[in-house]
């Protein structure tokens, strides 16, 4: 059967997704050496782009992303598809760990949970969707700031207020940013609770197929125990999630 594929279009793509790969810049030579293609092929593609609205050249042959790229981001980030997307794979999470489980986006300085998915059984801690956690002291808000660029972690301290919620809320910023840089480093986060005594949490990205965090995942609940002695069996069910999270994100079985 013959294949239903265009390969220009895929090609077309692939010099897109150059721009994802920490680019700001393209050259014919720079995408016929990415592509393996010839600079005629590397010149055509590029000005075909540009005559769609998907690149625009800034000097004789470099160019940059299009204007179109901001609108469809705004799109894809407020279309409210994610919730869908995520909500399957936090249900299976709930059963396997048998905990509260949710995701959040990043909203004004606040992760916000978007979707949320309870154990079966008769007592659990719950939350509700929209409830806006405290970035420096929950195990989401820390995953968001631990992924942020330097700039964007430096804007946010510098208007945050990091009051003690608990006795365990990391109220010292030089220690704080230690914490985040090893969140950032192991690929995972902890609440010991440091923002409600008696609430722990265990977190982790769902990243881009470029690095870039998208959403996290965490469970949740009453018990410590979920982040000293079943925090192995959490983390690999909670890895597991994230990357069931990025294939359906991505349309990938």
Not at 5 to 26: D, M, P, Q, T, Y
Not at 47 to 52: D, F, P, V
Not at 100 to 119: G, Q, S
Not at 176 to 204: M, P
Request: with cysteine.
């Amino acid at each position: 059967m013959t294949s239903q594929l265009n390969g220009s279009v895929l090609k077309a793509f692939r010099i897109l997704e150059l721009f994802a790969e920490g680019r700001s810049e393209l050259t014919a030579g720079e995408t016929a050496t990415a592509l393996d293609i010839n600079m005629i092929t590397a010149h055509r593609f590029l000005h075909t782009l540009e005559h769609a609205g998907a690149l625009r050249m800034v000097a004789r042959g470099v160019f940059r992303l299009g204007y179109v790229f901001a609108d469809l981001g705004d799109r894809v980030r407020h279309d409210g598809s994610l919730p869908t997307v995520i909500q399957p794979v936090l249900d299976d999470l709930a059963r396997q760990t048998g905990e509260a489980c949710m995701a959040t986006e990043f909203d004004r300085d606040m992760a916000v949970c978007i979707a949320k998915a309870l154990p079966d059984r008769a007592l659990y801690v719950d939350i509700r969707i929209g409830s806006r956690l405290d970035a420096f002291c929950t195990a989401h808000g820390k995953l968001w700031l631990a992924f942020m660029s330097a700039a964007d972690q430096d804007h946010y301290f510098a208007n945050a207020d990091l009051t003690g919620m608990t006795d365990r809320t990391i109220t010292d910023l030089a220690m704080l940013k230690d914490e985040l840089a090893t969140i950032r480093q192991q690929g995972f986060s902890t609440n010991n609770g440091e923002r409600e005594s008696e609430i722990f949490a265990l977190a982790v990205p769902v990243l881009t197929q470029h690095g870039n965090m998208i959403s996290a995942l965490s469970v949740f609940g009453a018990t410590p125990s979920l982040i000293t002695e079943k925090r192995d069996a959490v983390l690999t069910a909670l890895q597991h999630a994230a990357d069931a999270g990025q294939r359906a994100l991505y349309g990938k079985a």
